[in-house]
């Protein structure tokens, strides 16, 4: 590799929403995410609904309900 052009890697943490907490290594620090294998449904065989209005509901107020 050639030097001075890769930014620097080290160990960050990786936290989601649901508290848990994995440690890797990346060129970024302290990383947050919304969702992880502990608390994905394809992972935990659970329904969770993440985004409970989301799309849909933003689509409709942009552009009302044209019947």
């Known amino acids: 590799m050639k030097k001075g052009i890769h930014p620097p ?8 929403a649901c508290g ?3 440690t890797t290594g990346s060129t970024k620090e302290n990383l947050k995410v919304e969702i ?3 608390c ?3 992972f935990t065989g659970k329904q969770k609904f ?3 209005g989301g799309r849909i509901e933003r689509f409709r ?3 009302g309900n044209k019947k």
């Open 20 to 22: 848990a907490q994995y």
């Open 36 to 38: 992880c294998s502990a």
């Open 61 to 63: 107020r942009k552009y």
């Open 9 to 16: 890697y080290k160990e960050t943490i990786i936290r989601c």
């Open 40 to 42: 994905h449904p394809l």
């Open 50 to 52: 993440v985004d409970s």
